[in-house]
């Protein structure tokens, strides 16, 4: 009689839970839900990167600049007529000037007058851009940089000056070079 009571108990419960779902579609699994909100921003992005990419260039054009394009989307001209010696690396302390603009002009930062930055390479927090640019340059090299938005302050900006998504360029010297084990 107790196992009739079980399977009766039981069988119930199966169809309790089975009821109703008689031609009805199975509910997707949640992956496939946030897919296209996923595909969606993806395809923003796209659109925001190619937006950016014509924005720099039509800065480029409109003054006439000659500037290369390394790998990582950084737009640079060197002026190395006075640098020396080998190009910055890895851990090693840059000391350097700096001013950073807007692409409309709009100047944000610059270094105080006699108070020069310094960077220690691929170990300080800073703009990967920066990272990326200083280490194209020698003591006594000037640069120009155009850093698209993901080399910069990405998303959020800075919380300060620059706002989200903004492409920046950069006027930077380059003062000082020292490996890191001869700081002081």
Do not use: W
């Not at 000391?95 to 692409?103: A, G, R, W």
């Amino acid at each position: 009689m107790l196992k009739t009571l079980n399977f009766l108990v039981a069988l119930s419960l199966f169809s309790a839970c089975h009821s109703g779902t008689e031609g009805q579609k199975p509910e997707r699994l949640f992956q496939e839900k946030e897919s296209q909100p996923r595909e969606n921003n993806i395809e923003a992005h796209r659109s925001f990167l190619k937006k950016e990419i014509e924005s720099i260039e039509a800065y480029i054009k409109e003054r006439d600049l000659e500037l290369e394009r390394n790998g990582t989307g950084i737009y640079y001209s060197i002026d190395g007529e006075n640098g020396e010696g080998e190009k910055a690396k890895s851990r090693q302390l840059v000391t350097y000037t700096y001013e950073i603009s807007m692409l409309n002009g709009s100047l944000l930062y610059s270094s105080p007058e006699g108070k020069p930055a310094q960077l220690l390479l691929d170990r300080q927090h800073a703009e990967i851009g920066l990272h990326d640019a200083l280490k194209l340059m020698r003591v006594g090299d000037k640069g120009f940089f155009i850093l698209p938005s993901h080399r910069a302050f990405g998303v959020a900006g800075d919380q300060n000056k620059v706002p989200p998504f903004t492409a920046l360029v950069y006027k930077l010297e380059v003062l000082e070079i020292e490996n890191q084990n001869q700081q002081k």
